[in-house]
């Protein structure tokens, strides 16, 4: 059984930093690439950030770029967000999820789209308020 489980939400003052990690087991970890999603309420699923399944290959969409940083372990199967200079729109519920790697992409793709990951966390909480 394939378990996703993301930790590390929580509340936090405009300016200040959070880290959330991402877990998995039942699967072979360094076969996946990874990414982080977002959702507010009313909204669908937003694509955050991603990394390749080596770790040499991230991305960001441009309103996180400079403040979130994206690693991964692979001996440890753990993906982690790096989130500093956190703003009020960066409230939402934080997903983490698993892409199996293709043999019809290059090494350094990078997915970005919700339908392209297989497995996903149950969410976690970040708000961000003063």
């Known amino acids: 059984q394939v378990k996703v489980v993301e930790s590390g939400g929580g509340l936090v003052q405009p300016g200040e930093s959070l880290t959330l990690s991402c877990t998995t087991s039942g699967l072979a970890f360094d076969d996946y690439h990874m990414g982080w999603f977002r959702q507010i309420p009313g909204k669908d699923r937003a694509w955050v950030s991603g990394?390749?399944?080596?770790?040499?290959?991230?991305r960001y969409i441009d309103s996180v770029k400079g403040r979130f940083t994206i690693s991964r372990d692979n001996a440890k199967n753990t993906v982690t967000l790096q989130m500093n200079n956190l703003k009020p729109e960066d409230t939402a519920m934080y997903y983490c999820?698993?892409?199996?790697?293709?043999?019809?992409?290059?090494?350094?793709?990078?997915?970005?789209?919700?339908?392209?990951?297989?497995?996903w966390g149950q969410g976690n909480q970040v708000t961000v308020s003063s």
């Open positions: 999820a698993a892409s199996e790697m293709s043999v019809y992409h290059e090494d350094d793709y990078v997915p970005s789209e919700g339908y392209e990951f297989h497995y």
């Open positions: 990394i390749n399944y080596s770790g040499s290959s991230t």
